[in-house]
């Protein structure tokens, strides 16, 4: 098993995937490790859509028209539940960290399991919304395709640690 700074290192957004299928076992395994993820007052204000089939990933694909972003054989609409979300003394809502936990829990155990995925969120949200008839409490954040990589992990680049711990 790699440790977690490997793994941290390994992670990166992929922007081809081959055409082969994910397998179940793989997929049920990132499901359980979103599943795992921490969450403000253990709220989980969030639902998962898994989307894999050709009618679903033509729809999904109007929302983010992006030649790399068709590649992919299986995505996720990860949403926030903004009915179920904690919402701190001060009013500050706390759904958007909470998907943003559970969706990178998600990108690194697909990682592990040698898989690519990718943070998309400048998608088009309201014609998501309105595609998969999400009910009005429920904010599609964040797509995430998934899939074997096509492509070559770049060298990551990051500010020094002096610039960001004080």
Known sequence: MKDFLELVKNRYSCRAYQPRTVEKEKLDYLIECVRMAPSAVNKQPWRFHIICNDEEKSKLRQCYNREWFATAPL???????????????????????????????????????????????????????????????????????????ADERKEKKRKEMDNIFF
């Open 75 to 149: 995505y996720i609409i990860a949403s926030v539940l903004h009915d179920e979300e904690w919402v701190r003394a001060d009013g500050k809502h706390h759904g958007d960290i909470d998907i943003a936990i559970a969706v990178e829990h998600l990108c690194l155990a697909a990682t592990e399991q040698e898989l690519g995925t990718c943070w998309v969120c400048n998608f088009d949200a309201d014609l998501c919304k309105e595609l998969f008839a999400l009910p009005e409490n429920e904010e599609p954040s964040v797509l995430i395709p998934i899939g074997y990589p």
